[in-house]
């Protein structure tokens, strides 16, 4: 029901021209859903282009963002164009961007509020017309009162919010999420009643990304036709109820 909810808000407003921040914790699938908003959207047919702010330094960060100019630091040989200005007219998926540093906020501010930039070492504003989706998975509202992001940055980017629950917290999902990573990797696989009730008794702190290198790895060691208990070692339980549905 909490996903169902989740995906109905973000298709009404996925063909609406305006920001959206997702925030959840990592491997829920926050990707997964700016995807889903730029199929869903009037952008569709235009690029979607993913960067992890977290990922790289500053200094590359910036070029990969805004691109450079000939000449503008040691190694740039020529013009490159950047992220921004490839994206124009499509989608900017911005993972993680709770971890830029201020400097590269302030320069996201600037594109946001005026649709411009400048390449690194550039002159010349270049414009752009990029819808933002940003991504984190930190609590920046509480960044906020740290002083460690910027509050008209988080204003701008925060036009429509989506929380995505963690796995724990919708365990009613699993056993579909099992059966479609089984059915995904190897068709002729079944998953257990026992080993069904081992995956829904699971936390799941890595959330849908934990759960698919499990399911992964647990394909590997399975011979037969079914998933038994054995082919999950070492996955730790809780002690949670389990549904008499399964």
């Not at 930190?138 to 910027?150: C, G, I, P, S, Y």
């Amino acid at each position: 029901q909490a996903m169902q909810k989740l995906v109905s808000i973000a298709y009404k407003i996925a063909k609406k021209n305006i920001n959206i921040l997702i925030q959840g914790e990592t491997g829920t699938g926050k990707e997964v859903l700016a995807r889903f908003v730029h199929a869903a959207s009037n952008r569709a047919d235009q690029i979607f282009i993913p960067v992890n702010c977290g990922a790289l330094p500053e200094n590359l960060l910036e070029s990969e963002l805004f691109g450079h100019e000939k000449g503008s630091f040691t190694g740039a040989g020529s013009m490159r164009r950047g992220i921004f200005e490839m994206a124009n007219r499509g989608f900017l998926f911005l993972d993680e961007v709770g971890e830029s540093s201020p400097s590269i906020q302030v320069k996201l501010l600037r594109v946001l509020e005026t649709g411009e930039f400048l390449r690194v070492g550039g002159e010349k504003p270049i414009k752009t017309d990029v819808r933002v989706i940003a991504a984190t998975n930190v609590d920046l509202e509480q960044a906020l009162k740290e002083k460690t992001f910027r509050e008209d940055l988080f204003y701008r980017l925060d036009v429509v919010r989506l929380e995505v629950p963690p796995l724990r917290s919708r365990m009613e999902d699993i056993p579909l999420l099992v059966e479609y990573f089984v059915k995904k990797l190897n068709p002729e696989l079944f998953v257990s009643m026992e080993a069904m009730r081992l995956l829904c008794s699971y936390s799941w702190p890595g959330n849908i990304r934990e759960m698919r290198n499990i399911l992964e790895r647990a394909l590997l060691l399975a011979q037969g036709k079914d998933l038994k208990i054995e082919h999950f070692p070492g996955l730790t339980c809780k002690a949670t109820a389990v549904d008499e549905k399964i």
